[in-house]
């Protein structure tokens, strides 16, 4: 099979610690970490292969500034693309970020800078966000006689609701700060994000393998779903996850009253 190692990535590096966290880095910094067509394909092939190469979680950060400036505005205009290029290019971009989302494997992603547009596309199909004080959120499209093609309109409006959506894409509203947290765009606001992410992945890394499969799967599925559907396959991932050999120590440690307790520290 292969391995993280041979992948020939130009515009994403990689890198994994003795514990199996795989912290993947945005490499166009020059671009503002801009996603041309090159770099979502390379998207698409790393997440394809970690979930079977033994990644515990995954930190996702940027060099530079910022975090990503969404669609290479640049390439694009240089394309001159048709609508049928460019639906193919949207196409692309929803394989490459719901290999994020529906990968099983937790990915947190560390944010500064700008977020924007296509930025938060690939923010928004990572598991966790954590922010630090220079980032902002925003949906610029409108303005730019442009609309989203990466899957906003399913995770972003998932996070915030459609109202606030239209809002951003409509006036360009931008959010940062602690109104970012309390509309949903990030679940951390922190110093050090990529710090903070990393201590976030070294715990979710701790979880049985399997859990962290359901949660960072199994949710997102289960969302497509009919509530009656959803409440099946929810009992029925319960069943497997919860009769797992990994779980009956941790289990045990509770009944003899050895676990950490669960408590506000």
């Known amino acids: 099979m292969t391995t993280i190692d041979d992948l020939p990535l130009a515009n994403l590096a990689v890198k994994t610690d003795a514990d199996g966290i795989v ?62 290029d460019f639906m193919h290019v949207c196409l692309r971009w929803h394989e490459a970020f719901n290999k994020m989302e529906y ?25 966790v966000r954590v922010a630090d004080a220079s980032t902002y959120f925003a949906l610029p499209e409108g303005q730019r006689g442009l609309f989203t093609g990466g899957g906003a309109t399913i995770r972003v409006s998932d996070l915030v609701g459609k109202a606030r ?30 710090a903070k992410a990393l201590e976030l992945a070294r715990a979710a890394a701790q979880n049985p393998p399997l859990s962290n499969f359901a949660i ?24 497997v996850v919860n009769t797992q050999a990994d779980a009956r120590g941790r289990l045990e440690a509770f009944a003899n009253k050895t676990a950490a307790r669960v408590k506000p520290v």
């Open 165 to 194: 959506m239209i809002d951003m894409m409509l006036t360009g509203r931008i959010y940062r700060g602690e109104e970012a947290v309390q509309v949903g765009l990030c679940q951390y606001l922190v110093e050090d994000s990529e």
């Open 103 to 127: 990968s099983g494997v937790p990915i947190i992603a560390a944010l500064k800078g700008a977020v924007v547009g296509g930025g938060l596309e690939l923010a928004s199909s990572a598991h």
């Open 23 to 84: 912290t993947v880095t945005l490499n166009r910094a020059s671009k503002r970490n801009a996603l041309d067509a090159a770099t979502i394909e390379e998207l698409v092939t790393l997440f394809s292969l970690l979930p079977r190469a033994g990644a515990r979680a995954v930190v996702l950060r940027a060099e530079g500034e910022h975090f990503c400036a969404g669609l290479d505005l640049v390439e694009h205009l240089h394309e001159e693309r048709t609508a049928a």
């Open 216 to 239: 960072c799967s199994a949710i997102s599925h289960m969302q497509n779903m009919s509530a009656l559907d959803a409440a099946y396959a929810e009992a029925v991932v319960a069943g």
